[in-house]
């Protein structure tokens, strides 16, 4: 995956709802802890929906999730 970032929400929950709307719209993403990497590329509205979900998002990836999406086979 190219141009991965990384979505740290409050709760597994609210990662869980959104790694399912990753993949409902047919994107790829890995759930780490509190944290959803991906590099699916959001809309306008759709980031909005998610926006009271997530707490940061940042593409300063630390070298265990980059261990970690290597070890998940990716």
């Known amino acids: 995956m190219e141009?991965?970032?990384k979505i740290e929400s409050y709760?597994?929950?609210a990662v869980s709802m959104i790694a399912r709307f990753i993949h409902r719209k047919g994107g790829?993403?890995?759930?780490?802890g509190f944290a959803v990497i991906t590099n699916h590329p959001f809309k306008?509205?759709?980031?909005a929906t998610l926006?009271?979900?997530?707490?940061?998002v940042t593409d300063n990836l630390?070298?265990?999730?980059?261990?970690?999406i290597t070890h998940q086979g990716h």
């Open 62 to 68: 630390t070298e265990w999730d980059k261990a970690f």
């Open 44 to 47: 306008e509205r759709e980031a």
């Open 28 to 32: 790829v993403c890995y759930v780490a």
């Open 11 to 13: 709760s597994e929950e």
């Open 3 to 5: 141009s991965l970032y």
């Open 51 to 56: 926006l009271p979900l997530v707490a940061r």
